[in-house]
């Protein structure tokens, strides 16, 4: 068990729909990373906070957005969701120089 | 600097013997690189990881080399195990705190 949290494991909605993604990181982990993996595009980087304020963007869509709390945990929205958002979202979790640590992720299916 | 994955290559290896699984990174500033193992159904799990500083690091049965000369990292299970079987991905970080990971290869240990 890594520490990393993911709710909900998995996510049936229908294009067009919004939804919310939530991770609790490590204790102690004050970064947290959002990664999307699909069949055809393997691990791709999304975004980093660090202590709440946003780090890093990788290739978010702008209909995607996230944001961490005052008690690090952190929430993915993903809006006017298509077909093509299906994919895991995973949330990993890290402190300092350290490697990331991931949860299990979310299956997000959109029909 | 991310790479993209269409087909995930496959590793074969009689149980016992050791395996080489191979990455070739994408930027020559990238200071840190790490190792995954994921298993159907959960997120990628940390095996080891390695400095831009150093050449080699070695880990219970794992083993990783970095060359830098030609951007390539490669893993090394000894004695490998049927609970070896699983995805693996390296990962480089750059620009601080950013982790791009490569497309992965599907190691199946027949036993």
């Known amino acids: 068990d890594s520490g990393v949290t993911q709710t909900p494991k998995h996510l049936i909605t229908a294009t067009g729909q919004r939804v919310t993604l939530r991770c609790s990181p490590r204790s102690g982990d004050l970064s947290v990373y959002w990664y999307q993996q699909s069949l055809d595009q393997g691990l791709q980087f999304l975004i980093h906070?660090?202590?709440?304020?946003?780090?890093a963007k990788g290739n978010i869509l702008e209909r995607f957005s996230a944001q961490q709390f005052p008690d690090l945990h952190s929430e993915l929205n993903l809006s006017s969701l298509e077909l093509g958002d299906s994919a895991l979202y995973f949330c990993?979790?890290?402190?300092?120089?350290?490697?990331?640590?991931f949860g299990n992720g979310t299956r997000l299916t959109v029909t | 600097g991310e790479s993209v994955g269409l087909h995930l290559p496959t590793l074969s290896v009689q149980e016992g013997d050791n395996s080489i699984i191979n990455c070739a990174y994408s930027?020559?500033?990238?200071?840190?690189f790490i190792w995954y193992k994921q298993e159907s159904g959960k997120g990628p799990q940390f095996i080891i990881d390695?400095?831009?500083?150093?050449d080699k690091r070695q880990g219970q049965r794992v083993t990783v080399l970095l060359n830098k000369t030609v951007k390539h990292l490669s893993l090394q299970i000894a004695a490998t195990q049927p609970g070896d079987s699983a995805v693996y991905f390296c990962a480089e970080r750059q620009d601080f705190n950013k982790f791009y990971f490569g497309s992965g290869t599907k190691l199946n240990v027949k036993p």
């Open positions: 930027n020559s500033a990238s200071d840190y």
């Open positions: 990993a979790s890290s402190v300092g120089q350290t490697p990331l640590h």
């Open positions: 906070y660090y202590n709440g304020e946003e780090r």
């Open positions: 390695i400095r831009s500083n150093m």
